[in-house]
């Protein structure tokens, strides 16, 4: 969906109630409402109109070094082409691979890898090079996260 088709769908009321829910997915209907100066029961049709077309998805996030996830890297693949789908299967189903997309430029798949230790870190390496048809493999150790958002308006 273009930019364009987005606005069409979602108004600025939509747009006000997602952005609020970004900052706090906890908040009320009746606090949303307050803060855009509509009703409860209008914020809570737009909201339900919202999660039944796609448009909004209400899901919590763990802090994962709560849970003790303290290691995370960015591993890029490059891939015989003919075979990127196959590929994509593999790596989608490795647990700890929690991210997988497709890219431009000299690496074809990106994976985000979240796991408690650098020996994990490590074993799901040695998995990934075991999978058939990687040409080559990038591994980045994320040090710092310096901005992780969910905020997209």
């Known amino acids: 969906m273009s930019s364009e088709e987005f606005d ?21 209907f ?5 803060e855009l100066d509509v009703t409860e029961k209008t914020v ?7 999660v039944d077309n ?15 996830i303290k290691v995370s890297a960015i591993v890029q693949v490059q891939v015989v082409p003919q075979y990127i789908d196959e590929v994509i299967t593999s790596l989608t189903n490795i647990p700890v691979i929690r991210y997988v997309t497709t890219l431009t430029g000299e690496y074809q798949l990106l994976g985000q890898v979240n ?9 799901t390496v040695k998995k ?3 999978i058939p048809h ?4 990038n591994v980045l150790v994320q040090m710092d996260v310096h901005k992780n958002t969910f905020e997209y308006l």
């Open 30 to 34: 009746a606090e949303i409402a307050s």
């Open 134 to 137: 990687i040409q080559s493999t």
């Open 54 to 68: 796609n448009i909004l998805e209400v899901v919590g996030v763990v802090n994962p070094i709560t849970i003790g």
């Open 8 to 28: 069409s769908v979602i108004d600025e009321l939509d747009k006000g109630i997602i952005k609020q829910l970004s900052k706090n997915g906890r908040m009320s």
């Open 44 to 50: 809570r049709k737009r909201y339900n109109q919202m």
């Open 115 to 123: 796991v408690r230790s650098y020996e994990e870190l490590n074993e």
């Open 128 to 130: 990934i090079y075991q």
